[in-house]
Antibody, heavy 123, light 110 residues
Framework: QVQLQESGPGLVKPSEPLSLTCTVSGGHISSNYWSWIRQPPGKGLEWIGYIFYTGTTSYNPSLKSRVTISVDTSRNQFSLKLSSVTAADTAVYYC?????????????????WGKGTTVTVSS | QSVLTQPPSVSAAPGQKVTISCSGSSSNIGNNYVSWYQQLPGTAPKLLIYENNRRPSGIPDRFSGSKSGTSATLGITGLQTGDEADYYCGTWDSSLSAGVFGGGTKLTVL
């Protein structure tokens, strides 16, 4: 059974980059899409983006200028980098396995989620 | 402001049925498939429904999904206190080329 675990610093200073890693266990990172989603305190879910194991990416237009998602198939990990953070980037960050296919419309959903990691942006 | 619109809250008594709506547009719900997620307090979201109306293994048939036009609905029958959670709809938006979620609906089982 595939499991995901986020890791990274829980505190980031304003204007610095936020970097998180998601480690995939119980399965291989190949042949799947992998997503990052975040949830500010007391608010709803916000999609950040996805990466396919080949390196193809798609990002939330509102974050696109600051987001990079990368994959390391040798380590079975994928990563998120968000540059120039502000207090508005304080959130619980989740990694998830995503399904994306097209058949008379797009199927896109996240079927396996990590437990999430809290990132606070503060000096 | 979420791309998909959900009511902020719904409530019903134990044993009753409740529905949660999710409204979008032709660029998302109207032409793509909808998923639903349950987020119990303090936990990560869990997939409840995918491809409009399919349930992952282990999800009871008390949970159902449907779609009509640019709206989708999650139905929960035989409500239990353990169903108290936030529920989110999600889909792909072809105009944005991005995943999108609803703002979430808090279910209270009175």
């Amino acid at each position: 059974q595939v499991q995901l675990q986020e890791s990274g610093p829980g505190l980031v200073k304003p204007s610095e980059p936020l970097s998180l890693t998601c480690t995939v266990s119980g399965g291989h990172i190949s042949s799947n899409y992998w997503s990052w989603i975040r949830q500010p305190p007391g608010k709803g879910l916000e999609w950040i983006g996805y990466i396919f194991y080949t390196g193809t990416t798609s990002y939330n237009p509102s974050l696109k200028s600051r987001v990079t998602i990368s994959v390391d198939t040798s380590r079975n990990q994928f990563s998120l980098k968000l540059s120039s953070v502000t207090a508005a980037d304080t959130a619980v960050y989740y990694c998830a396995r995503a399904r994306l296919e097209w058949s008379s419309g797009y199927y896109y959903y996240m079927d396996v989620w990590g437990k999430g990691t809290t990132v606070t942006v503060s000096s | 402001q979420s791309v998909l619109t959900q009511p902020p809250s719904v409530s019903a008594a134990p044993g009753q049925k409740v529905t949660i709506s999710c409204s979008g547009s032709s660029s998302n719900i109207g032409n793509n498939y909808v998923s639903w997620y349950q987020q119990l307090p303090g936990t990560a979201p869990k997939l409840l429904i995918y491809e409009n109306n399919r349930r992952p293994s282990g999800i009871p048939d008390r949970f159902s999904g449907s779609k009509s036009g640019t709206s989708a609905t999650l139905g929960i029958t035989g409500l239990q206190t353990g169903d108290e959670a936030d529920y989110y709809c999600g889909t792909w938006d072809s105009s944005l080329s991005a995943g999108v979620f609803g703002g979430g609906t808090k279910l209270t089982v009175l």
